[in-house]
Nanobody
Framework: QLQLVESGGGLVQPGGSLRLSCAAS????????MGWFRQAPGKEREFVAA????????YYADSVKGRFTMSRDNDKDTIDLQMTSLKPEDTAVYLC??????????????????WGQGTQVTVSS
């Protein structure tokens, strides 16, 4: 079992930056691949970014590539999502997720075993 708690969301103006964090508690965090997803009202859950258990490999959705950076600290059992050049269309609840397995389809929410409750990000002037 792994418990995940996100933090760092808030209201930011277009073009601004935010840093989200996800703290994990439980066993063997470093053996889990991790992902960030987001969900806007009335829309399906959308892949944002993912990182391998070691941190050596990252994946990003095309919509955030070059603007968002995902990282992890296996000593602190945390992952971060640094978001820059934020746009109104980035507004959503952001959720972190953990996967322990083959990780065949990193962009599919069905791949992930554990989820946090989410943190709201609102990009508006």
């Amino acid at each position: 079992q792994l418990q995940l708690v996100e933090s760092g969301g808030g209201l930011v103006q277009p073009g601004g930056s935010l840093r989200l964090s996800c703290a994990a508690s439980g066993r063997a965090f470093s053996s889990y691949a991790m992902g960030w997803f987001r969900q806007a009202p009335g829309k399906e859950r959308e892949f944002v970014a993912a990182i391998s258990w070691s941190g050596a490999t990252t994946y990003y959705a095309d919509s955030v590539k070059g603007r968002f950076t995902m990282s992890r600290d296996n000593d602190k059992d945390t992952i971060d999502l640094q978001m820059t050049s934020l746009k109104p269309e980035d507004t959503a609840v952001y959720l972190c997720a953990a996967e322990k397995g083959a990780w065949d389809d990193v962009m599919s929410p069905h791949e992930y075993d554990f989820w946090g409750q989410g943190t709201q990000v609102t990009v508006s002037s």
